[in-house]
């Protein structure tokens, strides 16, 4: 081999080396572009849940592409001092709206508002979501009702607003962020599993139905993603710490810069023939991972313990 390429190879960072991300919800320190930093200039997302976690993390790589976004859920204070990082790391515009996705009420002010400041819609990431370990036999007919309402109805509702309003005319973009939890039924996830299962079915329906006019509807299904307040509630330090994240094929948790990436690509023209699938970011842990049903019991055991 020549000795210069040799030397290139060493440098190339790998292609499965995760990009920088932060754990908490700030923005990026530096940020290294791997699609067209124009890909979607002066559009505009509205994104549920994007006060935090993926959400917030999905709204700043979006707004580093030349995005504006809309960012809704129901803590208007977290929301707007989310915004303003936003604004101020990337110099694009950021409304902060209350939601709450189970009330199409909500949904359709908060919608009009948002027409009111940016005239249009272009792109929507359904990413609010409820969720906790919990076996099936404690889970009250409450708990499950709620997520449902939340993941399942709550994606419907807001789709449902947005396609009237926005995308039956112009078309548009819709991503729905889901899970693998139903893949091979998950322990102590009956609820999400169900939920986020029935939004993978929903993203089918929707792409069929709204296709005609313009609009793709695809679903992204992250893993165990790391800085996420569903990384803390199911375990993911438990599972760090017991060395379990060896067993997914790429043997570490994500981080919610890939999976802004995922969604970048998927919003993006990049995906214009995309459209009634899901995009599995889960470094194959669905594949892999144990689903050890004593073992999770036991750490859901001690977590209902320390809580209380």
Known sequence: MNPETEATMLETPSLTQPPEDVDTDDCLSTYSYLFSPDVLKDRVAFITGGGSGIGFRIAEI?????????????????????????VDATGRRCLPLCVDVRQPQTI?????QALAEFRHIDILINNAAGNFLCPASALSFNAYKTVLDIDTMGTF???????????????GVIVNITATLSYKGQALQVHAGTAKAAVDAMTKHLAVEWGSS???VNSLAPGPISGTEGFRRLGGKWAESGNLFDSIPLQRPGNKTEIAHSALFLASPLASYVTGTTLVADGGSWLTSANNFSAMLGHWSTEVKQDK
Do not use: P, W, Y
Request: with cysteine.
């Open 62 to 86: 979006f707004m580093r592409h030349g995005c504006h976004t809309v960012i809704a859920s129901r803590n208007l204070q977290r929301l707007s001092e989310a915004a303003k990082k936003l």
């Open 108 to 112: 359709m002010a908060a919608v009009d």
């Open 157 to 171: 509702n807001v789709s449902k607003v947005l396609f009237e309003k926005c995308f039956q005319d112009r078309g």
């Open 214 to 216: 313009k609009v793709r």
